[in-house]
């Protein structure tokens, strides 16, 4: 950006730029939430349940992440 570039404030660019930032933070809220349920014991199904979507979409999303943090995952086929 050059001295005579200005940068706009207010209207669509800083509303998708919100947007943006609060999907992210939902993100990591959801990520975190997730690891918690499921070093508390929870099983994919009831985490999908608590999240209002299946067990193999919350399994697809967050199945990587969770075993690469440690958590055991062997017995949650539920």
Do not use: C
């Amino acid at each position: 950006m050059n001295s005579t570039e200005i940068t706009p404030v207010g209207g669509p660019a800083d509303d998708l730029a919100a947007a943006v930032a609060l999907r992210k933070l939902a993100d990591r809220l959801e990520d975190a939430a997730v690891e918690a349920a499921m070093r508390l014991g929870w099983s994919w199904t009831q985490v999908a349940e608590a999240l209002g979507v299946t067990r193999q979409a919350v399994h697809r999303k967050h199945m990587q992440r969770l075993a690469d943090s440690g958590i055991d995952l062997r017995r949650r086929n539920g």
